[in-house]
T-cell receptor
């Protein structure tokens, strides 16, 4: 089956510009996550969706970050305006509950560099 | 707060050497534990997992045992290969289903 798709793979912008990332989860996966991975650190959850509803966005910097999953499938993550410290890899993951267990599958990530 | 702590890298080994990457966690209760691997240029892949105390996860020759007494989930492999060179992340569930990751440990295996 096809994996989690993300685009673009790389993006370079200047600070104060806006940027958007797109994620297409594995077909049938109701849960979708966005993680931020800063160089040298592990991924950190930004937001979690269940279908088109937000489950957890407690770590999302809402003054500049927004995310949506309008039809419960694809999702977009936006940063407006970007800061230097937003330079990171943005990972999308999706999951499905099977046999009482949930496994997350990760996309290749979008590498963002803010200059 | 809840966290996952991994040993600092990089870990450099010769082919066929024994590998241990230490991982400890803090949590209330007994969360599911995971090891993910990130090969160069690729996304995170689940390597193995354990969902309750004393469970042993295993895959591709790697093993990790859920030790509640020591709150640890150390990753081991008896004989590493060059193809095992990657970054390894230990993770645990936070409340709900999202994951908390350690900082990652880079493994470099030379022939």
């Amino acid at each position: 089956e096809a994996g989690v798709a993300q685009s673009p793979r790389y993006k370079i912008i200047e600070k104060r510009q806006s940027v958007a990332f797109w994620c297409n989860p594995i077909s049938g996966h109701a849960t979708l996550y966005w993680y931020q991975q800063i160089l040298g650190q592990g991924p950190k959850l930004l937001i979690q969706f269940q279908n088109n509803g937000v489950v957890d966005d407690s770590q999302l910097p809402k003054d500049r970050f927004s995310a949506e999953r309008l039809k419960g499938v694809d999702s977009t993550l936006k940063i407006q305006p970007a800061k230097l410290e937003d330079s990171a890899v943005y990972l999308c993951a999706s999951s499905i509950l099977q046999g009482g267990q949930e496994t997350q599958y990760f996309g290749p990530g979008t590498r963002l560099l803010v200059l | 707060g809840d966290s996952v702590t991994q040993m600092e890298g990089p870990v450099t080994l010769s082919e066929e050497a024994f590998l241990t990457i230490n991982c400890t966690y803090t949590a209330t209760g007994y969360p599911s534990l995971f090891w993910y691997v990130q090969y160069p240029g690729e996304g995170l892949q689940l390597l193995l997992k354990a969902t309750k105390a004393d469970d042993k996860g295993s895959n591709k020759g790697f093993e990790a045992t859920y030790r509640k007494e020591t709150t640890s989930f150390h990753l081991e492999k008896g004989s590493v290969q060059v193809s095992d060179s990657a970054v390894y992340f230990c993770a645990r569930r936070q409340a709900g289903t999202a994951l908390i990751f350690g900082k990652g440990t880079t493994l470099s295996v030379s022939s």
